[in-house]
């Protein structure tokens, strides 16, 4: 439904179930309320028109209410057709006054149709999870360019992306990577995805992890995040990769690395995560055994052949919410869950607050570092500055009531001389 602020949401009425959701997960999100309490004091973002292109759910309410707070005039639109959290997204819209366009389950047309609405108001920042607004407005809508003083960009697809367009000389406004932040990747991709990517296959499915043959494909922060985890519940995990220091490290982690050829076999439960395409591909579905189950936590719906395999399909049933069964010509049956997209936001709710905490503070924080600095930035991707992440290390090691030690004065001396060695 389209709402009086511009909107398009499922249904205002679910908006105080969103706003129990939203104050649920800013109890884990200390970080955020401190930087929204000081936001909302100095107004960094007064006035700035932000498009905002994330997953809507309870964790990036919380950003959007510390941006408002600073005084950002925002749009946020969803980063993914399956992850919106539709309560939320009432929540937003009837409770806070931010226009979402948002509503799971939509179409990619309709998907389209609320990006391009969400850059109406011409933005000057845009803050993107998979660069799908950089991509709309470097092909489509270069008006706007001449309002933009650059963007942040929240997923290792986005900037991998975003490196693309710089590389050829295109990018037409600077953006920080967020996801290089050692506050985010070490903590989102890591534990974020590697605890959600778990629960959204157990809710969806149900199914007993401990004695299963687990294939992980990537080993990069995610699938770190994802074996971990799985290792955890008693599965027994396969990881395979393309990148021999990567494969290497996942040997020496404990885990049995070999080529996708060889796991696909043997699989029950299969997971990619490498941000690449078609890494679950026909030669895999042709050996998989009847039952094995498929899932995706990268970011695009691109890592299982999911066309091929629907070629291969004579038919495909729903079993549960989230679980497709395609039943292949020769009989047997392989498994698909939250059709080959995002399965932690999908079949789940996403990253537990606690880290979203941590990403979302680098957004904001880069958000006004950019409205501060763009004049003396070119248009290229840069790496979110030291001082945030160390900033934001801090806040969150207080928060949690935890403190670390600081260098003497002779320790500061030492590690910054060379003259000193054996003695
Ligand atoms: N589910 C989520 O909520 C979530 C959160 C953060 C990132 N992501 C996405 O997850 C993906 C991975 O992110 P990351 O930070 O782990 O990236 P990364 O670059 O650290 O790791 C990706 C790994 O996949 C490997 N790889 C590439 N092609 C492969 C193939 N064909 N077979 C096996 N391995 C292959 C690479 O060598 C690399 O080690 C990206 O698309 C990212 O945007 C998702």
């Known amino acids: 439904m389209t709402t009086r602020h511009g909107g398009d949401i499922k249904n205002a009425a679910l908006a105080r179930e969103g706003v129990a959701r939203i104050e649920w997960a800013a109890r884990e999100m200390p970080v955020i309320r401190q930087i929204r309490e000081r936001f909302a004091k ?7 028109r932000v498009t905002a292109c994330l997953h809507v759910t309870s964790e990036t309410a919380n950003l ?54 969400a850059v109406l108001h011409r933005p000057q920042i845009t803050m993107d999870d998979g660069a799908d607004v950089v991509a709309l407005i470097h092909k489509t809508r270069r008006d706007l360019l001449s309002d933009i003083v650059g963007g942040t960009e929240e997923t290792t ?38 605890q959600s990517t778990l629960d959204g296959i157990t809710r969806a499915t149900n199914i007993l992890l401990a004695g299963k043959n687990f294939v992980v494909c990537g080993y990069g922060w995610c ?30 982690d404990g885990f049995q690395v070999m ?10 439960i299969f997971v990619t995560v490498t ?46 919410p989230f679980v497709e069964e395609y039943r292949l010509t020769d009989g ?5 869950l939250a059709e080959g997209r995002l399965v932690n936001l999908g079949a789940a709710e996403g990253h537990p607050a606690s880290v979203m905490d941590m990403s979302f503070a680098n957004q904001a ?48 001396r030492y590690l910054n001389s060379w003259e000193l060695g054996t003695e």
């Open 42 to 48: 100095e107004q960094p973002l007064k006035g700035i």
């Open 64 to 117: 959007m209410l510390a941006l408002r707070d600073g005084g950002a005039d925002i749009r946020l639109t969803a980063s993914n057709p399956l992850s919106t959290q539709d309560e939320v997204a009432a929540a937003l819209m009837v409770e806070y006054g931010i226009p979402t366009f948002a509503i799971k389950g939509e179409t990619t047309a309709i998907y389209n149709q609320h990006l391009e609405a």
């Open 157 to 194: 697809t986005g900037v991998i992306r975003l490196k693309a367009l710089a590389a050829q000389g295109q990018l037409a406004y600077p953006i920080i990577a967020v996801n290089e932040a050692n506050t985010k990747h070490f903590f989102d991709n890591r534990y974020g995805t590697g």
């Open 223 to 252: 699938g770190k995040g994802v074996a971990m985890r799985a290792r955890g519940l008693g599965a027994q995990v396969i990881v395979t990769e393309v990148d021999p220091l990567r494969g290497l490290e996942a040997v020496m």
């Open 259 to 268: 080529p996708i050829a060889q796991a696909a076999p043997i699989g029950d």
């Open 275 to 320: 941000g690449d395409v078609n890494v679950l591909d026909r030669p895999s579905f042709e050996v998989m055994k009847s039952g094995a189950v498929m899932a995706n936590s990268g970011h695009f719906d691109a890592e299982i052949n999911l066309k091929v395999l629907a070629e291969m399909s004579e038919s495909r049933r729903g079993l549960r």
């Open 332 to 336: 047997r049956a392989l498994v698909v």
């Open 365 to 412: 924080l880069c958000a006004e570092y950019m409205v501060q600095n763009h004049a003396s930035l070119s248009n290229a991707v840069y790496d979110v500055p030291r001082v945030i992440d160390d900033e934001i290390a801090r806040l969150k090691l207080d928060a949690m009531g935890v403190r670390i030690d600081t260098l003497t004065e002779e320790q500061e």
